[in-house]
């Protein structure tokens, strides 16, 4: 027996329903999914049928596809989609439902370009179609343009063509600027731009993805959502280099310690291929930066803690070699450093530096002791110690709760390196620093004729420069860096290392919220010219140069008022609002504040290394008080601001030094020092200390109490926390007399950490003594 179906003209001819080809959605643990049924069946009128995996309940509402997991299942399962028309013809597809983020596809070949701007056309040109400007259109996509591209693994510069009008692409993590480009990171129309860039990672192997990060300081605990592209064939998690799992998906990790944790992830599929490990590194403390004290421990003058790393570079002066310091060193120091109230310590920068002796300046050849000559991608240098050193001090930095930063020396490298050797195509030529060359030719010229200048304009040395940045930051969990010589290199540089510090280091797109803290050094009073790097997409903060010389200024020279330093203040903290930046008394290029001090550098801005011919040296302390009473008001003002203040290694003792190298002479320590020295360090350390301890030395609301020219006091007001500061220039023992309810105060027991006497406001009013070339900082 046979059955006949006769079907009408119109069934024989109608195609069948039209299904899409789904792709893998995620969903959380006990949420309901909804699909609407035209982004799944696009024939109109086709009847709906579903099935699905025991875990799952699925059925159509409406014009929806409700799914709906069991509850506390996580996993993966499929739902069937079946479509019927009017004449029985049926089309099939399957919708993969991952509950809990476990293993889902998170990439394939295709790069998806995208403009939300207004325009009546939008093209996307670039070295993936030889700039033609109307090969490649973007489609209208609601309020968006948009369209992919199958690029094969590498990096290509691109632009959009905006109605014809070229721009760079907003949306983009990296940027390429040619040679004499205009900044303008907002891709605006009507502005001039650098080319955008995207760089495509191997479509052939898998990827780790971070997907969510929650960390709870309050429970010491953290939550992460992980997934896989591909079949899985292992994994492996490890919290401070201990495993802890081999599962992906949700990740709980609770009863943490106090202090600095990194979780690394590693993964491969079933055909052995691995995924980049995934790096999470996050503290479980609420320090934020502009509560700390930074330290840069100048590794190589700070402290000899293994003379077996001594040895000669052969360079003709005692102070352009190396002379011992080492990390062995600093680690048998961690205990003075956390004394002091350190929270952040910079180091020379670890790369191993040119051998022997070079240059000629001031009639002597120079060591690359100081760390800025770097001669190898990735070996450390070997006056310091060994790798294991390294990172035995960065670990006891983190045991004692304190950030560390490296110098990021990326503007050029010795002639020695293998870049310099193997790619001479990668550096700018010849063109040496000085003069004016300085200023007219920043991004090109070179610190000396065997330091190579990097030329950021051309792709493969942007990427490798900032591949290897990542890869210390990683390597030997780094919290921040130091970069040096900003103004020498383009914004690419720091945009695109900023994009891969957010996707890689920080994960803020997926809730991390654990800085790392990038500081700049653009050697300028120009405020707009040290502003212009720091932004959400290039650096954290830069040191402010122009703070620095008011500072030395009106405190160390007695030239203008305290009036006038508090005015620069204000006029900082407005011009770089919501951005942590570093203060100081003094750095490695500058003279000491206490040579200024005792009247031994003639000019605000330095006398130069060798005025007289050879290299002016070395200085020695004062031997009477003054200097180092100008050295402890600057301190006590610089310690009860706002920003993040560095402490130059041998400023908390007043270490005299005129210019480089002059000023980078080898550290004392207690034991060693004189009674004025003594006495500095005694004052830096309760001033350290009474930062760490009271919030409001750092972030409360400042008030100005008292203004005269030589006298000047403010109150810093946080929470509870409330403070009373004041600093006297003048040689008279000064009494303050005020209220204290209009600057945010109440009336208590007010007590000075440098002295320990107490004052009492009461009735609203204070009477505060000051000794002549004294200050007070009066904590509630």
């Known amino acids: ?70 509850t506390g299942w996580t996993g993966e399962a499929e739902v069937q989609i079946v479509a019927f028309d009017e004449c029985g013809q049926e089309a099939t597809t399957t919708l993969l439902v991952q509950v809990g983020s476990v293993y889902t596809a998170v ?120 997934a896989f592209s591909g079949e899985l064939g292992s994994a492996s998690v490890t919290v401070d280099g201990v495993e802890v799992g081999t599962d992906l998906g949700s990740i709980e990790l609770t009863g943490l310690d106090d202090g600095r944790h990194t979780v690394r992830i590693d993964a491969s599929n079933t055909d052995g291929l691995e995924a980049e490990q995934l790096y999470i590194p996050f503290w479980t403390d609420d320090r934020d930066w502009e509560n700390g004290l930074m330290y840069y421990a100048f590794v190589d003058r700070f402290h000899d803690g293994d003379a077996t790393l001594n040895f000669d570079e052969g360079t003709n002066h ?41 240059g000629w300046q001031c009639e002597a050849n120079y060591s690359g002791y100081h760390g800025y000559w770097p001669s190898d991608a990735y070996m450390v240098e070997e006056h310091f110690g060994d790798e294991e050193t390294l990172r035995e001090l960065i670990d006891g930095a983190h045991d004692r709760d304190m950030r560390v930063l490296t110098d990021w020396v990326a503007n050029h490298v010795h002639e020695d390196h293998p870049y310099a050797t193997d790619h001479p195509e990668w550096f700018n030529d010849l063109l040496v620093c000085e003069g004016d060359v300085w200023n007219t030719d920043p991004e090109t010229c070179w610190f000396d004729s065997f330091l190579p200048d990097i030329r950021y304009y051309d792709k493969e040395p942007l990427l490798t420069m900032v591949d290897d940045a990542v ?28 994009s891969r510090v957010k996707n890689e280091i920080e994960h803020s797109e997926v809730g991390g919220d654990e800085d790392f803290y990038t500081v700049g050094e653009t050697f300028s009073g120009d405020r707009d010219l040290i502003g212009v790097y720091v932004n959400d997409q290039e650096l954290d903060a830069q040191f402010d140069f122009t703070l620095y010389w008011s500072i030395l200024g009106v405190i160390g020279r007695n030239e203008g008022s305290l009036v006038d330093l508090e005015d620069t203040f204000d006029a900082s903290e407005a011009h770089y609002d919501g951005f942590t930046m570093s203060t100081f008394l003094g750095n490695h290029d500058v003279e000491r504040f206490i040579a200024h001090a005792s009247g ?38 610089l310690l009860t601001h706002e920003g993040l203040p560095l402490v130059y290694y041998g400023d908390e003792v007043g270490l005299p030094g005129y ?77 303050l007399t005020n209220g204290v309810a209009w600057a945010g105060l109440s009336d208590g027991t007010f007590e000075d950490v440098l002295t320990g006497d107490a004052f009492t406001a009461s009735g609203d009013s204070i009477s505060v003594p000051v000794p002549a070339m004294g200050s007070r900082v009066l904590v509630k």
């Open 600 to 637: 031994e550098v003639s000019s605000l801005y330095g006398d130069g290394a060798c005025p007289d011919g050879p290299i002016r040296g070395p200085d020695t302390g004062p031997e009477w008080e003054e200097p180092y009473l100008r050295l402890k008001l600057a301190w006590t003002w």
């Open 318 to 358: 005692w102070e352009t070699g190396y002379l011992g310091g080492d990390w062995r060193g600093v680690i048998d120091k961690l205990d003075y450093l956390e004394d002091l109230g350190v929270t952040v310590i910079w180091l020379t920068a670890p790369q191993d530096n040119g051998e022997g002796a070079w």
């Open 1 to 70: 027996m046979f059955v006949l179906h006769v079907l009408s003209a119109c069934c024989r001819n109608a195609p069948p329903p039209e299904v899409v080809s789904l792709d893998p959605i995620a969903i959380d643990e006990d949420a309901v999914l909804e699909v609407p049924l035209s982004d799944i069946v696009l024939t109109e009128g086709a009847t709906v049928e579903v099935t699905s995996d025991a875990e799952l309940a699925a059925a159509v509402s409406g014009d929806v596809l409700r799914i709906v997991p069991d």
């Open 107 to 226: 990439g394939d070949c295709t790069t998806h370009f995208e403009y939300s701007g207004s325009a009546q056309s939008v093209y996307v040109a670039g070295e993936f179609n030889d700039w033609d400007p109307t090969a490649t259109p973007l489609e209208k996509d609601g309020p968006s343009f948009t369209g992919s591209l199958d690029l094969s693994e590498g990096a290509y510069a691109y632009k959009l063509v905006v109605d014809g009008e070229w721009i760079c692409d907003a949306n983009a993590d990296y940027f390429q600027c040619d040679e004499g480009y205009t900044w303008n990171p907002s891709c605006e129309t009507g502005w001039d731009s650098c080319n955008s860039m995207v760089v495509v990672a191997d479509c052939d192997v898998p990827e780790l993805v971070l997907t969510s990060l929650d960390i709870d300081r309050a429970a010491n605990s953290a939550s992460l959502e992980v």
């Open 471 to 498: 890869w210390w930051a990683k390597e030997y969990e780094l919290d921040g860096y130091r970069v040096d010589a900003v103004k020498h290199m383009p914004h690419s540089v720091f945009t695109n290392f900023q």
């Open 659 to 735: 210019h480089d190298p002059d000023n980078r002479q080898m550290m004392r320590f207690e034991g060693d020092l004189s009674g004025y020295e003594e006495s500095v360090l005694w004052h830096v350390r309760a001033l350290g200390q009474a930062r760490a301890e009271h919030p409001a030395l750092s972030t409360g609301t400042r008030t100005r109490w008292w203004e005269e020219d030589d006298v000047f006091a403010w109150t810093r007001v946080e929470g509870d926390s409330q403070v009373i500061v004041v600093v006297n220039r003048s040689w008279e023992e000064r009494t």
